[in-house]
């Protein structure tokens, strides 16, 4: 599989390295700084399908035709403004770099005004042997490196953001060898290059809960993904307590599922639906009105569950948040 755009966006600096094993590859750390499942999720894989159909190297549905990148994202745009690190996966000399172009964030993504420049904001780090690692879609202004320089595994370059072809905040980390795009998930050979600490920090899941949270009213997708839903401390008087939450890769036929349980133990709600179409992302929302002139004093528990029976196996998977009523 060749270089695609985002191989492609930068000027190459001519670099002189000593001469080892053409087959010797680096090993990677993770391309982030953050929480992975609270901060951070691995959105969208590499597909390995060859035809219109996309599969990630596991065979499952996380990826999209022709994706040949690893799209790590954020939890909303608070966790973009306030900083994500993207880090350099392993030593090596920064051989472009890109900065200046905007951050999309809600605005409509003008497709045509990143044309050439698809990547947006970004840095390519070469480390010998023809192997090099790419980061796109930094924040505008923060790339902290220049051509030529010399970095450590683990040096910060930039901040996670959405500049370029990007719909929401993410760096889309991609490696090359011998200009030809691979997987460091899974290469040719079956082995891969992540380092043991990356594997446990980007391990694999085929579907995820990945935002949850309370509010007092029915929320708004934008300002859940601007961030202005992270209170969980409500009034005895408040109109309603609703329970949000985001998923990442759902299939048709997925069972989801919430119970909102009230201090005493009692349940005040308990909610299951069908997902009806195969999506990358979706937002939903239940909740229940104040019952007469008050709520009840103390801890709500919500249990958020998403489960797919497929091929006789069963997955699960599940949150439980808490908010507090006084």
């Not at 596991?58 to 690190?85: E, F, K, Q, W």
């Not at 005493?264 to 909740?287: A, C, M, P, Y």
């Amino acid at each position: 599989m060749h270089a695609r755009w985002w191989a492609q966006v930068f000027v190459l600096v001519g670099l002189v390295w000593p001469t080892v094993a053409l087959s010797q590859a680096p090993v990677l750390q993770s391309p982030v700084r953050c929480a992975m499942q609270d901060v951070c999720w691995v959105v969208q894989y590499f597909d390995h399908d060859a035809g219109p159909l996309a599969a990630d190297y596991l065979g499952g549905s996380r990826s999209y035709d022709d994706h040949t990148g690893t799209d790590i994202g954020l939890v909303n745009y608070a966790a973009m403004a306030a900083g994500v690190p993207v880090v350099a996966a392993a030593d090596g000399v920064v051989g472009g770099v890109r900065d200046g172009m905007q951050d999309w964030g809600h605005q409509t993504l003008d497709q045509e005004a990143v044309q050439g420049r698809k990547c947006g904001n970004g840095v390519r780090v070469d480390h010998g042997n023809g192997w090099q690692t790419i980061y796109c879609h930094l924040r505008q202004g923060s790339v902290t490196v220049a051509s030529g320089e010399q970095v450590q595994a683990g040096q910060v370059l930039g901040m996670i953001g959405q500049s370029g072809l990007a719909a929401f905040p993410h760096v889309e980390f991609g490696v090359l060898h011998d200009g030809d795009q691979v997987d460091p998930f899974l290469l040719e050979d079956g082995s891969s290059l992540w380092s043991s600490a990356a594997v446990g920090q980007l391990s694999y899941s085929p579907m995820d809960i990945y935002h949850a949270g309370f509010a007092d009213r029915a929320p708004d997708w934008a300002a859940v993904q601007a961030g202005d839903y992270a209170n969980r401390e409500f009034g005895v008087d408040a109109d309603a307590l609703v329970v949000w939450v985001e998923m990442f890769s759902v299939k048709e036929g997925d069972d989801v599922s919430f119970k909102i349980v009230a201090p005493d133990g009692n349940v005040l709600l308990d909610h299951s639906e069908s997902v009806q179409k195969t999506q990358s992302r979706i937002f939903r929302f239940v909740g229940k009105k104040r019952p007469g002139d008050a709520w009840s004093a103390g801890t709500y528990q919500a249990d958020i569950s998403i489960t797919r029976s497929e091929n006789g196996h069963t997955i699960a998977r599940e949150r439980t948040i808490s908010a507090t009523v006084q």
